[in-house]
């Protein structure tokens, strides 16, 4: 009975399983939804959203804006050079400067000396950023190591440019439109021709016309020098101050094409002194300069010829090495005993560059600056510089240069026949660097 009990409850489980066809057992029922939570304020919906990430790319249908693209360049450039001539100012002696040079024997010591330096390293930014409906600005911002003015000497920090361009519109400090800096040849003396208008300035400028061939009008920072060595000391000069009533007017026009192109450049200038002593003699006046620029590069195969001549009256300091811009004029009179004159300037610069090939390049060359000295000025007052030169550069990569360079320089005085010569060896290496940033703006 045991056993027949046990074979019944077995077949019973069996055919229930049969039954099933070997099905799970069901799920369990779903649970109860939550209930959602009562929606933020919307201040809390901003302040969540103000944190929100969004990836780099755009939001679907919506096209990307680029934003502002940023390039970081500049060199590290190291000259050595030997210098054998007439020893010039030391606070200049690793560049060759005419005016620099002795005025007298031995002004400045003897030679032979030899220099080393790092002053022509340079660094740079450029930005280009688009606006949504007032199209692209530019700005660069580049500086150097070659101390001027209370610097002389020095190996510290100079602005080269410092300006922004908007459409047709510049402002800040940048290459005056009186000077053409592609004539500069491509050579490692730092200075370069004396002959060649050459200054960076502050300036708004209005370029109608961009491009190979273009036009630019500018008003610049007034500014001059005057020569009083032959009357230093004279107490009628203490309360003599020069201003500059209005700004410098430049403009230029070049004409270019694949050949080269030509350029012809203008300025006027405006420069007054007051004696602010009222008691005779009384040494007040006024002077107008102004100067043309006649410039050009002609392309010939692999070399280029550089090339400008420069005329005015009063505008060595937009020279590249000039003189004072006013000079003394004695006069035989009691109640004005001297005065100031404008200083006339002519100079020139003619160079070729050539390309040998994508290893070597060459440049070779002269320039020269004259002054009208006027009559009261002394007569070791700078009256001719003249400067050549000629160069091998070896490239052996796109950022990688290294030359030698012969230089020569010539000054000679206003009227005592002094002159004096300067001849020069430099070698120079330069590392150069770049790089491009740029970021998509939302």
């Known amino acids: 009975m045991r056993v027949l009990r046990q074979s019944t409850i077995a077949f019973g489980l069996l055919v229930a399983v049969a039954r099933s066809g070997g099905a799970q057992p069901p799920p369990p029922e779903p649970a109860e939804p939550t209930p959602p939570l009562p929606e933020a304020p919307p201040a809390e919906k901003d302040q969540a959203k103000k944190y929100e990430t969004t990836p780099p790319q755009a939001l679907e ?54 220099f080393l330096g790092v002053r022509q390293t340079r660094f740079g930014v450029k930005t280009t950023t688009p606006t949504e409906c007032y199209g692209d600005f530019k700005t660069t911002f580049e500086f150097e190591l070659f101390g001027v003015g209370v610097d002389e000497g020095q190996t510290t920090f100079r602005l080269r440019h410092a300006y922004g361009d908007w459409k047709s519109l510049r ?47 500018a008003l610049e920072r007034p ?17 003599v101050i020069p201003r500059f009533p209005a700004p410098d007017l430049s403009a230029e026009a070049r004409y270019g094409g694949e050949w080269g192109y030509v350029e012809l450049a203008g300025i006027l200038r405006w420069i007054k002194w007051d004696d602010i002593n009222p008691a005779a003699p009384q040494l007040g006046g006024d002077a107008f300069g102004w100067g043309l620029n006649l410039s050009t590069n002609l392309k010939f195969g692999p070399a280029t010829l550089k090339a400008a001549l420069v005329g005015g009256q009063a505008i060595e300091n937009y020279m590249n090495d000039g003189s ?35 290893f070597f390049t060459s440049s070779a060359g002269y320039s020269f600056i004259w002054i009208d000295n006027s009559s009261g000025q002394a007569a070791d007052a700078f009256h001719l510089g003249q400067y050549a030169l000629a160069n091998l550069l070896f490239h052996p990569g796109e ?18 026949d002094f002159e004096a010569n300067d001849f020069r060896i430099q070698f120079s290496f330069r590392f150069s660097y770049g790089k491009k940033f740029g970021q998509v703006r939302k």
């Open 324 to 358: 004072a811009d006013i000079g003394v004029v004695r006069k035989n009179v009691v109640d004005r005993p001297f005065d100031g004159e404008s200083l006339g300037v002519v100079g020139g610069t003619f160079f070729l560059d050539v390309t040998w090939n994508k």
């Open 399 to 416: 950022d990688l240069m290294f030359g030698a360079e012969f230089q020569y320089g010539r000054r000679s005085n206003n009227a005592d």
């Open 171 to 217: 402002a800040g400090q940048t290459w005056s439109p009186f000077m053409d800096i592609d004539v500069f040849p491509n050579t490692i003396e730092y200075w370069g021709p004396p002959g060649m208008a050459f200054f960076r300035n502050v300036q708004v400028a209005w370029m109608p016309i961009q491009g190979d061939s273009r036009v630019t009008v």
């Open 61 to 114: 249908g919506e096209p990307s804006k680029p934003g502002t693209l940023m390039e970081v360049y500049g060199f590290v450039m190291t000259d050595a050079g030997f210098d054998f001539g007439k020893i010039g100012n030391p606070d200049w002696q690793d560049v060759l400067r005419p005016t620099k040079l002795p005025a007298f024997e031995n002004e400045f010591g003897r030679g032979p000396r030899t």
């Open 223 to 239: 500014g001059a020098t005057a020569d009083t060595s032959s009357v230093e000391g004279r107490v009628e000069l203490e309360d």
